[in-house]
Nanobody, 117 residues
C-alpha cells in the first residue's frame, strides 16, 4: 500500500505562483510513477506532470512552460512549482502514485488551487 498526501494549495492572483507538495508513505519502493493531476469543475481529471522511476518526465499541455515537477532525493516527496498562474488553472490538484507491478494507483485527497483576482 501507498499513501499520498497533498498540501500547498490556496488562493492566488493571476500571474502568481504556488508550490504544491505531495508526500508518499508506505511501500515507496513499489512506486513506478508519481504525478500530479487536476480536475476543474465540470471537467475530467487530467495529467499535469509526473515523474517515472526510469527517469522520464510526463507533462500535460497545461504544464509546459509554466509548471515544474521535481522530487527529493529520497523520491518520497513530489513538488509542483506553478508560475504565471491563470484563472483556468483553478482546480483540485491531486497526487497519484502508480504501483509498478500491477499499475494500481493511489490517490490523495486533493488540494484546492484557486486563481482569482
Amino acid at each position: 500500500q501507498v499513501q499520498v498526501v497533498e498540501s500547498g494549495g490556496g488562493l492566488v492572483q493571476p500571474g502568481g505562483s504556488l508550490k504544491l507538495t505531495c508526500v508518499a508513505t508506505g511501500d515507496i519502493a513499489s512506486i513506478y510513477v508519481l504525478g500530479w493531476y487536476r480536475q476543474a469543475p465540470g471537467k475530467e481529471r487530467e495529467v499535469v506532470a509526473a515523474l517515472t522511476r526510469d527517469g522520464r518526465t510526463i507533462q500535460g499541455d497545461s504544464a509546459k512552460g509554466r509548471f515544474t515537477v521535481s522530487e527529493n532525493n529520497a523520491k518520497d516527496t513530489l513538488y509542483l512549482q506553478m508560475n504565471n498562474l491563470r484563472t483556468d488553472d483553478t482546480a483540485v490538484y491531486y497526487c497519484n502514485a502508480l504501483r509498478n507491478h500491477d499499475y494500481v494507483g493511489f490517490w490523495g485527497q486533493g488540494t484546492q488551487v484557486t486563481v482569482s483576482s
